[in-house]
């Protein structure tokens, strides 16, 4: 019997002891409940620590200043934790999932990731989400009984939080809800929310330091002019930086606020009792007012087109997809140039799977490298000065 969750818990929230369990099983652990050791799982594995120098939208050598998957990471924690606490969901669960959501990201952000599954076109692809789940499910070699990190249902059900039918079809147990049309528990509904409040305002945070966007684009949009306006009114004079973070930190504020009422609602009003019953539900109960969710786009649009598009990230990005492409092509041609333990895994690999699985074997190399590991890569492969 493994140690109780937090005391509370609502009846639909996910209970460590009506866990669907691991897929190798395991004796519980002592002093700590079955999400904690998942939680644990995560912070020890090695994919976790390369968060800490890849992307999220600045290259991570342009500044120390700025967001990594790592900092960003914890930042889904914290504001998951802080709504599954509102809402009597379970706290170990949703930090969990938060950890975990991004350990199949490759180096460079969005930019890496579309160059990878443009690579990968021929060959099934290449989803960060999936690539998340094959991380904690295969890639992570840390443990003597098995591949992986070999988490419960419940954390790996919400790690997975996209995938393609096709995919779904192949994937089990954890892609069955893709097919039938059903939710994941509410912890993982959250976490995906929490994910959305961490980037936008983070974005805007390091947009503005960054001078790619500025305080008077944004008080265009109304969920930056709110907060803007009020702390302006309230204290003149501020600087820009504690007027920024002021803004930016009530900002966070109103959209959990406005995720936890609509949410605490929405489970009134749906009746559910069970985990079973949130499941089988046709839509997500987690989520946000309808004028929350338009001014939530309308940030997201404003990012997207001043900040994703600026031509300085942009230049960041096109350089990006050189390089993973450039590396993509050099092991694809020869597997020789890739270290010794991937040439086997390859080797092995496409025995099994054909060109296919040595792709695969290439784009897990490729997607695990940090920003900083993938320069180094491209230049020990491409430049002539360099014969090491
Ligand atoms: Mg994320």
């Known amino acids: ?224 002019n709110e907060q803007h306006e009020r702390v302006a009114a309230a204290h003149p004079g501020i600087g820009t930086r504690r007027l920024v973070h002021e803004v930016v930190r009530r900002m966070i504020n109103r959209q959990v606020r406005d995720l936890v009422e609509t949410s605490r609602a929405r489970i009134a009003d749906s009746g559910v009792a069970s985990l079973d019953e949130v499941r089988a539900g046709s839509a997500p109960l987690i989520g946000f007012s309808a004028p929350m969710a338009e001014w939530n786009l309308e940030l997201k649009q404003f990012l997207r087109a001043q900040l994703y598009r600026h031509y300085r990230v942009k230049r960041m990005s096109s350089k990006a997809d050189r390089i993973m492409k450039a590396l993509f092509g050099a092991f694809m041609e020869d597997l020789q140039v890739l270290p010794p333990e991937y040439q086997q895994k390859a080797v092995r690999s496409e025995r099994d799977a054909g060109v296919a699985g040595r792709a695969r074997v290439v784009a897990d190399y490729i997607a695990g490298m940090t920003d900083r590991y993938a320069i180094g890569e491209y230049e020990r492969l491409f430049d002539p000065a360099r014969l090491t």
């Open 1 to 224: 019997m493994s140690v109780d969750d937090q005391a509370g818990l609502a009846p639909y929230a996910a209970r460590a002891a009506n866990s669907r369990g691991r897929r190798h099983p395991e004796p519980a652990p002592e002093y700590r409940s079955e999400y904690q050791r998942d939680r644990d799982r995560i912070v020890h594995s090695s994919a976790f620590r390369r968060l800490e120098y890849k992307t999220q939208v600045f290259v991570n050598h342009e500044g120390d200043m700025f967001r990594t998957r790592l900092t960003h990471s914890i930042e889904v924690a914290q504001i998951g934790r802080a709504i599954a606490r509102a809402l009597r969901l379970n706290e170990d669960l949703v930090e969990a999932i938060a950890l975990a959501h991004d350990l199949g990201h490759t180096p460079f952000g969005h930019s890496g990731q579309d160059a990878l599954n443009h690579c990968m076109k021929d060959h099934g692809g290449f989803e960060h989400n999936l690539q998340s789940l094959r991380v904690v499910d295969e890639l992570e070699e840390r443990y003597a009984e098995f591949n992986g990190l070999n988490l419960t249902y419940e954390t790996r059900e919400g790690i997975l939080k996209h995938c393609s039918l096709k995919n779904a079809a192949a994937m089990g147990e954890v892609g069955e809800r893709f097919l039938k049309k059903q939710q994941p528990g509410l912890e993982a509904q959250l976490a995906n929310l929490a994910d959305e409040i961490a980037y936008n305002n983070h974005d805007v945070d390091d947009g503005l330091r960054a001078g790619l966007i500025t305080v008077e684009q944004l008080n265009g949009i109304r969920l930056f």
